[in-house]
C-alpha cells in the first residue's frame, strides 16, 4: 500500500480510485463495511481511503485528552491488511479546515486526487464548520463527476459500531466487547523502549511501550497476544500485560508493559502489537514487593488458562 499526502501532487497512476472517506480510528466492522462497498462500487478502480493527520478533532482541541484508538501507523497497517491500494493521508491543517464543502469536493476530490468514487457514512460531514453533509456530497459528485455512495451506520445487538463505543468499553476493561465492535483484537503498537527494568529485577523482564497519544484502556492487568512484527524474534507468543502508571513505584506516565510467556532474547527497538483479551484486575500498590511478585504469579497463571482456550 502507497501513502500519499499531498493531494496537489498525485501520480497519474493513483488517479481514479474509489475511495472511502472518514477517520477510521480503530478500522472496525462499520469501517470494513464502507471499504467492503467502495470496492463494489467501481470494482475495476484501485481501492483507496482518504482520512486526515492529524485527526481533525485534535487540530481544533489540542489539548484535549487523548482519545485516538490507533496511531496512525497502525491505522495504515490495519488498512493494508484489508486491501486497500493507496492511503491518501492528507495533512489537516488551517488551510484544508477553510475550504468551503463546495472546494473541497472540487480541490481535493475531483480535481486533486481525481477520484471516480467516493463512499461516506450517512452522518459525514464535510468543509468549513462542518457545513457539508453527505447529500450534498452526492449533488457535488453529479455535477464534478465521480459517483458517491451513502454507508447506512452498522449497528450489532447492542447499538451502533462506532469508535466511541469502543472507547467506552475499553474504559470499562471489556477488551472482548471492543474486539466484537472492531471485529479484531483491540491492539495497541509501537516500539519497545527503555524503561526501569524494575521487571527484570522482579524476574518478570517486559517490554515496555509508550500509549502517548492514544484513548488509555482501563488501567490493570490484561492478558494478551502478542505480535511481534520485526527483528529476528518475529512472531506471535502470549502474555500478560500492565497498564497505566504503576503506583508502587512513585508517580509515573502512563505506559504498557507486556510480558512474555517462555520468551528470551532482547526487543529493545522491535515493534510489537499488542492485543488486549481479558482484564484481570485493576491496578493495586501492594503492601510489599514479595506480595507483587506473588499476585504477579496468579496474574500469569490466569493468563495462560485463558490464551490456551482461545
Known amino acids: 500500500m502507497r501513502i500519499l499526502r499531498d493531494h496537489r501532487s498525485i501520480p497519474p497512476e493513483a488517479r481514479g480510485a474509489s475511495a472511502a472517506i472518514g477517520n477510521f480510528d ?3 466492522l462499520g469501517h470494513r463495511s464502507v471499504l467492503d462497498l467502495a470496492r463494489e462500487a467501481a470494482p475495476h478502480a484501485p481501492l483507496g481511503v482518504l482520512t486526515f493527520e492529524p485527526h481533525p478533532r485534535e487540530f481544533f482541541a489540542p489539548d484535549a485528552p487523548p482519545f485516538r484508538l490507533t496511531s496512525a501507523a497502525a491505522r495504515a497497517s490495519r488498512l493494508a491488511k484489508l486491501g486497500v491500494e ?4 492528507l495533512p489537516f491543517d488551517r488551510a484544508l479546515s477553510q475550504l468551503s464543502p463546495e472546494d473541497f469536493a472540487r480541490d481535493v476530490l475531483a480535481e486533486g486526487l481525481g477520484l471516480s468514487h467516493a463512499v461516506v457514512g450517512a452522518d459525514f460531514c464535510f468543509g468549513k464548520g ?5 447529500q450534498d456530497l452526492v449533488a457535488f459528485g453529479q455535477a464534478m463527476g465521480f459517483g458517491v455512495t451513502i454507508a447506512t451506520l452498522m449497528t450489532n445487538g447492542t447499538g ?3 469508535s466511541t463505543a469502543i472507547r467506552e468499553a475499553l474504559s470499562a476493561g471489556r477488551p472482548r466487547d471492543a474486539a466484537d465492535l ?3 483484537w483491540h491492539r495497541i503498537e509501537g516500539p519497545v523502549l527503555h524503561g526501569e527494568k524494575r521487571g527484570r529485577d522482579l524476574g518478570y523482564p517486559t517490554a515496555n511501550m509508550s500509549i502517548d497519544g492514544l484513548h488509555p484502556p482501563r488501567f490493570g492487568v490484561y492478558a494478551v497476544l502478542v505480535d511481534i512484527l520485526d527483528g529476528p524474534h518475529a512472531g506471535t507468543y502470549h502474555g500478560a500485560a500492565s497498564v497505566g502508571v504503576r503506583p508502587m513505584f512513585g508517580e509515573n506516565r502512563a505506559n504498557i508493559e507486556t510480558y512474555l510467556f517462555d520468551f528470551k532474547g532482547d526487543l529493545y527497538g522491535a515493534h510489537l502489537s499488542v ?7 485493576p491496578e493495586e500498590n501492594f503492601d510489599s514487593v514479595e506480595t507483587l511478585i506473588t499476585q504477579m504469579e496468579r496474574d500469569c ?3 495462560r488458562a485463558i490464551l490456551s482456550s482461545l
Open 26 to 28: 480503530g478500522v472496525h
Open 86 to 89: 493507496t492511503l491518501f493521508e
Open 130 to 134: 462542518r457545513a457539508g453533509t453527505a
Open 160 to 162: 451502533q459500531i462506532s
Open 182 to 184: 472492531l471485529g479484531h
Open 275 to 281: 492485543g488486549l483479551v481479558e482484564f484481570l484486575r
Open 301 to 303: 497463571a490466569e493468563a
